[in-house]
């Protein structure tokens, strides 16, 4: 039997793990504890993505919604809800969700990994050293950075944390002149503080829990928020949220998944949401690379080719962000990241001239196959099903006339969402 081995146990190495062991594989997950106390603040999605990997006991660590406020670009109007999420509770949750379906987590550091075509030796402390047949690489920004590599604006960001009186719980984002801060306070008193900032602008390291708590210190949303204790000096860790696309997120018997492939700036999206985003179908990846080793370059560029297209799509969507802030146009932190990583629209404009059908690897059931599917501006990887019809034979129907009776095999309700679904993409009759 192949011996899969993931080394890291966060959201991404879960959903691979589960993913994996609901196929039958023999799995086992090498973890270190985090080393700083972290809260989240997860959307929907989130939970919906969490659900889907089968991490349930994670997923009900998350709180109810509570209010956020938005002050970006000098609008402090702008109130929505997000639930807050404790990092420390929810890692100790995916663990259990591991080794309620049968798979091993081992509390352990990877000291060395020895690669070769015939496996993987991983020497962990403590322990004997492991060996894996197939290795995925889940790590997050931990993992080693082997490989070309794609980066964004050098970033860092400085994490507070404090004890308060027990209250409601909310959070709150604010921008900055020099970057954004994003802070949150949990029912049970704990709050954070988090600012990120242009890695070249920072002061020596013996001076930051002063200068954070001076910076908290210039913020009416802090005050609000916190109160007179917030002003204080107080715990701090520094972690890098630099943008990294990997050129290589896989080999012929490894594969890299969430932040370990692809790490975005914060501000473009969640970073649970971000990791599960390039995890959830990774196990189909690697089923195919091992049970069909003709179809594994073809399962290697279906994943690949996923992850530069979400890398893409998250690092779009942060730019865009950083676009809305119009207060500090010359500054060189908002200069920079409204700009990068290039000027390509977020969503491409409807244009029929652009829909065509081709051959591309998609996902069925529990492995990669090349399929017909149809690319569009918008969706350049390709189309398959549209609520389970497949899209390329009416495509390729209506190129060669006959889109009226390809539609009419199609039952009322499903024949008004094709149709409904060619005007979208710019057809007129």
């Given at each position: 039997?192949?011996?899969?081995?993931?080394?890291?146990?966060?959201?991404?190495?879960?959903?691979?793990?589960?993913?994996?062991?609901?196929?039958?594989?023999?799995?086992?997950?090498?973890?270190?504890?985090?080393?700083?106390?972290?809260?989240e603040g997860v959307s929907q999605r989130v939970l919906d993505g969490l659900r889907q990997a089968g991490l349930d006991r994670a997923l009900a660590c998350a709180a109810a919604p509570s209010p956020r406020r938005v002050q970006w670009n000098g609008d402090g109007k702008s109130i929505n809800q997000e639930c807050l999420l404790d990092r420390p509770q929810f890692d100790a949750a995916i663990r259990e969700d591991l080794r309620a379906a049968g798979i091993e987590v081992l509390e352990a550091r990877v000291l060395k990994v020895e690669s070769t075509g015939d496996g993987h030796l991983i020497h962990i402390e403590p322990g004997e050293p492991l060996r894996a047949d197939f290795l995925v690489e889940a790590r997050g920004r931990q993992a080693p950075l082997a490989g070309g590599r794609l980066r964004g604006p050098?970033?860092?960001?400085?994490?507070?944390?404090?004890?308060?009186?027990?209250?409601q719980p909310a959070s709150a984002v604010e921008s900055l002149p020099d970057g954004w801060a994003w802070m949150a306070r949990l029912t049970d008193g704990r709050c954070y503080w988090q600012i990120t900032l242009d890695a070249r602008d920072l002061p020596p390291k013996e001076q930051l829990p002063?200068?954070?708590?001076?910076?908290?210190?210039?913020?009416?949303?802090?005050?609000?928020?916190?109160?007179?204790?917030a002003l204080q000096p107080a715990s701090l860790h520094a972690r890098s949220?630099?943008?990294?696309?990997?050129?290589?997120?896989?080999?012929?018997?490894?594969?890299?998944?969430?932040?370990a492939a692809m790490a975005v700036d914060p501000l473009s999206g969640n970073g649970i949401f971000q990791s599960l985003s390039s995890a959830l179908q990774a196990s189909a990846v690697i089923n195919t690379m091992i049970q069909r080793p003709e179809c594994a370059e073809?399962?290697?560029?279906?994943?690949?080719?996923?992850?530069?297209?979400?890398?893409?799509?998250?690092?779009?969507?942060?730019?865009?962000?950083?676009?809305?802030?119009?207060?500090?146009?010359?500054?060189?932190?908002?200069?920079?990241?409204?700009?990068?990583?290039?000027?390509?629209?977020?969503?491409?404009?409807?244009?029929?001239?652009?829909?065509?059908?081709?051959?591309?690897?998609v996902i069925h059931g529990d492995l990669i196959e090349e399929a017909n599917v149809v690319v569009t501006a918008d969706q350049p990887l390709g189309i398959w099903h549209l609520q389970g019809i497949e899209?390329?034979?009416?495509?390729?129907?209506?190129?060669?006339?006959?889109?009226?009776?390809?539609?009419?095999?199609?039952?009322?309700?499903?024949?008004?969402?094709?149709?409904?679904?060619?005007?979208?993409q710019g057809y007129r009759p």
């Amino acid at each position: 039997m192949t011996e899969i081995v993931v080394l890291g146990a966060g959201p991404a190495g879960a959903a691979v793990a589960l993913g994996l062991r609901r196929l039958g594989y023999s799995v086992q997950v090498v973890s270190e504890w985090r080393r700083f106390a972290a809260v989240e603040g997860v959307s929907q999605r989130v939970l919906d993505g969490l659900r889907q990997a089968g991490l349930d006991r994670a997923l009900a660590c998350a709180a109810a919604p509570s209010p956020r406020r938005v002050q970006w670009n000098g609008d402090g109007k702008s109130i929505n809800q997000e639930c807050l999420l404790d990092r420390p509770q929810f890692d100790a949750a995916i663990r259990e969700d591991l080794r309620a379906a049968g798979i091993e987590v081992l509390e352990a550091r990877v000291l060395k990994v020895e690669s070769t075509g015939d496996g993987h030796l991983i020497h962990i402390e403590p322990g004997e050293p492991l060996r894996a047949d197939f290795l995925v690489e889940a790590r997050g920004r931990q993992a080693p950075l082997a490989g070309g590599r794609l980066r964004g604006p050098e970033t860092l960001s400085l994490l507070n944390q404090w004890q308060n009186a027990p209250g409601q719980p909310a959070s709150a984002v604010e921008s900055l002149p020099d970057g954004w801060a994003w802070m949150a306070r949990l029912t049970d008193g704990r709050c954070y503080w988090q600012i990120t900032l242009d890695a070249r602008d920072l002061p020596p390291k013996e001076q930051l829990p002063d200068y954070c708590a001076h910076r908290r210190s210039e913020s009416v949303l802090v005050r609000e928020l916190f109160g007179a204790q917030a002003l204080q000096p107080a715990s701090l860790h520094a972690r890098s949220s630099t943008a990294i696309l990997f050129h290589e997120a896989s080999g012929p018997n490894w594969l890299r998944v969430g932040d370990a492939a692809m790490a975005v700036d914060p501000l473009s999206g969640n970073g649970i949401f971000q990791s599960l985003s390039s995890a959830l179908q990774a196990s189909a990846v690697i089923n195919t690379m091992i049970q069909r080793p003709e179809c594994a370059e073809l399962a290697r560029r279906f994943h690949q080719r996923r992850v530069e297209h979400l890398f893409l799509r998250f690092a779009r969507t942060g730019r865009d962000f950083y676009a809305l802030e119009q207060r500090w146009p010359d500054a060189a932190f908002w200069l920079d990241r409204r700009t990068w990583p290039d000027a390509e629209p977020m969503h491409a404009p409807a244009d029929f001239s652009q829909v065509r059908v081709e051959r591309a690897p998609v996902i069925h059931g529990d492995l990669i196959e090349e399929a017909n599917v149809v690319v569009t501006a918008d969706q350049p990887l390709g189309i398959w099903h549209l609520q389970g019809i497949e899209l390329a034979p009416i495509v390729s129907a209506l190129h060669r006339g006959e889109l009226t009776q390809a539609l009419a095999t199609l039952p009322e309700q499903p024949r008004r969402l094709v149709q409904g679904w060619l005007l979208a993409q710019g057809y007129r009759p």
